[in-house]
């Protein structure tokens, strides 16, 4: 498939008398990696979750593997079955083993059975270098193991689109790195990717383009190179300025 | 003594002081409890004109009275039939106490035995003659009005609290806020009267409910109220995220509540839903008010006969025995369901 996973056009979302998104166009072309980053409460987890409609954008127009995201729920269920996300928190099912975790949507697609879905989770458990620990809760797991269990339970949907949500600023410095090589590796396989995130070395080495958001608009965009070694605003200086001072 | 107060090991004077007066207080009852139960206390074939001599307990009374106060009015001959269902009652309770019997198959266990009680209750075929409902009575209408309320009231109550929270359908949203407000707005007894005493003024004539089946009806919806209320704490307990998670792999409502919300939600709220099962179980006495005879009216008539004055105590105590080992045979299992 060529051509563009994601469009957003004039895409505006306020909170009460708070914009949180004004006027955002947008265009991920399928198997392309995009990293978004800036500062805190610039709009980045709204733009990401506008895409998948855990929040309703107020105007404008977002279209995601071709289907425009309306209140047509069942649209939406199955474009949310195209698109994985992963949250800063996690979010995995406290009162489920792993492999559970990882089954709840392989499960529900018709003609799998419990074997095959448990086999194809399982699958996917490998990826993430956490088979052993399939049997176990999340709340056995370090914060690294659980975010990969989070990477594994979404890509386990065989979701065409992936979107990660700061998916390393809850974890502890030493967990960083073992998720960032899962996501190294997804990035590999040619997988379309949106991620926030202030991991710079992350981005460099994979995005294809950076995007850059303050006041929730987008102010730069570009190779990430471009971003890092020549920003054109003072925002930009002062934002890459921070990240390599807290980094 | 003096070595379990030492191992109690008080902190301070105060907390001392009292740790012994409340040891003296409670052996001061505890001994004058035994002197009247025991030493003094009479056989359980003593007549009532020997035991009014002196102070002492006459058991006999409930050697005398217990087919009453346990079957109510229920034919002498028969009676072997409400001391089955006692037993399926508790047998039932006991298959339903673990976690690891919660399966679909446990439900249909629940509408068989249910079904069992009504056809031997009632009867009306060969072996087992017809026993009408009004001559039903004592504790087989209390474990039958408080077991179906319970059962029946729980998802009920679980609609209900879903219901409350649904941002998409203020209308049913709005039914489930006025149908919590108004019964939990209402005493018990009330609704209980309305239903027996006024439903009828309403209803054309010859169209008459059985008072037992009012009196349940009754009964579910007022406990589904406080039940629904429960649910709904554990409900809003969950975090955001538990939510968002589902929604994001694609789960439809329905999945989402049945394979990650209730779960959770559930479990969170067992102490508060063993509380109102407990209370509901000991609300059921108010049924008399509409003249069914349940198991603590069944003692307090078993007391007016002339021959047998003044062992009220023995009664009350007996039957307070039964409502405890019952209440604690819940609350424990509430603790064993926690720990699961
Ligand atoms: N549910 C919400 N209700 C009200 N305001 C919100 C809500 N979510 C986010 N906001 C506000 O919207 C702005 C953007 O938030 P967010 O997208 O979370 O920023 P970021 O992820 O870049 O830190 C912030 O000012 C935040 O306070
Ligand atoms: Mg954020």
Known sequence: MTGAAIVMEHVRKSYGAHVALRDISLQVASGERVVVCGPSGSGKSTLIRCLNRLERHDSGQITVDGVELTDDIAALRTVRRHVGMVFQNFNLFPHLTVLQNCTLTPMRVPGIGAAEAEALAMSFLERVRIPEQAHKY???LSGGQQQRVAIARALAMQPRIMLFDEPTSALDPEM??????????????????????????????????MIFMDDGQILEQGIPASLFDDPQTQRLRDFLGRIVHAG | MIAALRRLGPRNWWSGLATIVLVLALWQAGAALFDWAVIRGHGWDTGPKQ???????????????????LFGRYPYEQQWRPAVVIGIFVALF??????????????????????????????????????????????PITLLLSSVGCVLAFPLAVLVALGRRARTLPAIRLLCVIYIEVIRGVPLVALLF??????????????????????????ILF?????????RGGLQALPQGQFEAAEALGLSYWQTQRRIILPQALRLVIPSLVNIFTGLFKD??????VGILDFLTAGKVALADPAWQGFGNEVYLALGAVYLGFSLFLSASSRRLEAT
Not at chain 2, 51 to 69: H, M, N, P, S
Not at chain 2, 108 to 136: K, T
Not at chain 2, 284 to 289: D, G, M, N, P, R
């Open chain 1, 138 to 140: 999340p709340a056995q």
């Open chain 2, 94 to 139: 006991g298959a339903s106490a673990s976690r690891y019997s919660w399966r679909p198959a446990l439900a249909g266990l629940w509408v068989a035995a249910l079904a069992l009680v009504l056809v031997l209750m009632r009867g009306g075929f060969a072996p087992l003659p017809l026993v009408p409902q009004d001559q039903w009575g004592g504790l």
């Open chain 2, 194 to 219: 309305m239903a027996s005493v006024m439903l009828p003024l309403f209803l054309p004539a010859g169209m008459n409910f059985d008072k037992l089946v009012r009196v349940q009806v009754v009964i």
């Open chain 2, 284 to 289: 059921t006495s108010l049924v008399l008010i």
């Open chain 2, 51 to 69: 035991c009014q001599l002196d102070g002492g307990a006459c058991w006999a009374v409930l050697t005398e009275k217990y087919r009453f106060i």
């Open chain 1, 176 to 209: 960083i790195q073992e998720v960032l090589d899962c996501m190294i590796e997804l990035a590999q396989t040619g997988m379309t990717m949106v991620v926030v995130t202030h991991e710079m070395g992350f981005a460099r080495r994979v995005a294809d383009r």
């Open chain 2, 223 to 231: 406990a589904a109220a406080y039940l629904a209320e429960a649910v």
